[in-house]
C-alpha cells in the first residue's frame, strides 16, 4: 500500500517560513492535499490540489509539489498556526485514501 | 452554511455494534461523496469509508472493510456508518467530511463535522 512520511516536528520561530514535508513515491504525479488540525478541534483543509488554497485560507499558506516529495509551506509563521498537519493523496491502485503520519508544527 | 453533525457515538463492548449518523445541511447532498476519517486518542488521521453521491460506488479501509458498511439517504440528507464486530483498536472519534467537488475520487474533504467518540471496552 501507499505510504506518505511526513517528520514527526518541525519547530519554526514567529515570523520565520516553515515548511512540511511529505515523502512519497513519486507523489508528484499525484493530487496533494493538506489538512491542519489543532487540539480537540476538527481538520481544516488549507491546501487542496496540490497548490489551490480555499477561501478564507490565509495567503501565507502555500503547497508544491513534484517528485516525491510535495511541501506544505507557512510564510510569516505566526503563534495560531502552531497545530498538526497532515498530508493525504488517493491511491489508484488500491482505491483508498491514505493520510500521511502528521507533522505538528510548534512556533517557538 | 455548511453543517455536519454526527451523532451514535458511545460505549459499546468488544464484538458489539453501533451506527454512526451524519446529518448534512447547507448543500446539495446528494452531489457529493461524503468519508469518514477517525482519529484514535493521541494519534493521526486514518481513513475509514468512503461513498459516490448516488451511493452506488463504495471503498473501504483495509482494517475495516467486511466488519463496518457504508450508505446514504439522499432523501434525508444523512451519512450512515454501520460498525459491528468491534474491537478494541476501532476506539476514536469518527468524523465524517465533503468531498470539495463532485469528482469520484482524488477529491479533498472542505468541510468536518465536530466528530462522535467510539469507545470499544469491556
Known amino acids: 500500500s501507499y505510504v506518505l512520511t511526513q517528520p514527526p516536528s518541525v519547530s519554526v520561530a514567529p515570523g520565520r517560513t516553515a515548511r512540511i514535508t511529505c515523502g512519497g513515491n513519486n507523489i508528484g504525479s499525484k493530487n496533494v492535499h493538506w489538512y491542519q488540525q489543532k487540539p480537540g478541534r476538527a481538520p481544516v483543509l488549507v491546501v487542496c490540489?496540490?497548490?489551490d488554497r480555499p477561501s478564507g485560507i490565509p495567503e501565507r499558506f502555500s503547497g508544491s509539489n513534484s517528485g516525491n516529495t510535495a511541501t506544505l509551506t507557512i510564510n510569516r509563521v505566526e503563534a495560531e498556526d502552531e497545530a498538526d498537519y497532515y498530508c493525504?493523496?488517493?491511491?489508484?491502485?488500491?482505491?483508498?485514501?491514505?493520510f500521511g503520519g502528521g507533522t505538528k508544527l510548534t512556533v517557538l | 452554511e455548511v453543517q455536519l453533525l454526527e451523532s451514535g457515538g458511545g460505549l459499546v463492548q468488544p464484538g458489539g455494534s453501533l451506527r454512526l449518523s451524519c446529518a448534512a445541511s447547507?448543500?446539495?447532498?446528494?452531489?457529493?461523496?461524503m468519508t469518514w476519517v477517525r482519529q484514535a486518542p493521541g494519534k493521526g488521521l486514518e481513513w475509514v469509508s468512503s461513498i459516490s453521491g448516488s451511493g452506488g460506488t463504495t471503498y473501504y479501509a483495509d482494517s475495516v472493510k467486511g466488519r463496518f458498511t457504508i450508505s446514504r439517504d439522499n432523501s434525508k440528507n444523512t451519512l450512515y456508518l454501520q460498525m459491528k464486530s468491534l474491537r478494541a483498536e476501532d476506539t476514536a472519534v469518527y468524523y465524517c467530511?465533503?468531498?470539495?467537488?463532485?469528482?469520484?475520487?482524488?477529491?479533498?474533504?472542505?468541510?468536518w463535522g465536530q466528530g462522535t467518540l467510539v469507545t470499544v471496552s469491556s
Open positions: 490540489y496540490d497548490s
Open positions: 467530511a465533503k468531498a470539495r467537488d463532485i469528482a469520484v475520487t482524488g477529491y479533498c474533504f472542505d468541510y
Open positions: 493525504q493523496v488517493w491511491d489508484s491502485s488500491s482505491h483508498h485514501w491514505v
Open positions: 447547507g448543500f446539495a447532498f446528494g452531489t457529493y461523496a
